[in-house]
């Protein structure tokens, strides 16, 4: 095993994060290495389940109908609140917000955005790196659910205004 990634990328950066992959085509795993303190302590490995990921993703409230969802490096979804989603393996690259989250040097690039999401609901999205693995975050909140309390305040200012010309009305009257 000396020749191999796990091993001399581990050696060499005292840690190792290997990319995402679905055993048996359902289960996302990844494998992770860490060296020893000495150069002769070795190299522990260890394939980790990323399916207990879904349990802490799926927790995450945003609003009332919003969620959360975690992308690998390469767009496949590794984390949603719907877990079907991740265990046929979703490409989430076709969607042109999260092709764009990243530049070209695949960096990602912050920011706050209306879109359609997977199911073609139009949401107010954001993002953030999860940097060691060069993965990203998104939460996403349905717009109208984002806008509801402007429209709820235009409301009683409407009925207030309402209110106060109906009273002007009275007083002009009298």
């Known amino acids: ?22 055993r048996r085509e359902s289960e996302p795993y990844m494998t992770l290495a860490i060296a020893g303190i000495r150069r002769d302590a070795g190299v522990s490995v260890a394939e980790v389940n990323l399916k207990f990921i879904w349990e802490v993703v799926s927790q995450i409230k945003v609003g009332n109908k919003g969620q959360a969802f975690v992308i690998d490096s390469r767009g496949r979804l590794i984390a949603h609140p719907d877990i079907s989603l991740v265990l046929r393996n979703t490409d989430m690259f076709r969607l042109d917000y999260v ?10 690039r912050q920011g706050v955005e209306i879109v359609n999401d997977i199911l073609g609901r139009e949401v107010l999205t954001a993002h953030a790196p999860i940097p060691p693995l060069r993965w990203l975050m998104f939460v996403e909140l349905p717009i109208d659910e984002a806008y509801a309390p402007l429209y709820e305040s235009i409301k009683r200012s409407a009925w207030l205004l309402a209110g106060g010309l109906a009273l002007a009305f009275l007083a002009g009257l009298l």
Do not use: I, M, N, Q
């Not at 001399?8 to 995402?20: M, S």
């Open 1 to 22: 095993f000396s020749k191999d990634p796990r091993f001399t990328e581990a050696v060499a950066h005292k840690v190792y994060y290997g990319p995402v992959y679905f």
């Open 99 to 108: 092709k764009t989250a990243r530049d070209e040097s695949g960096v990602s």
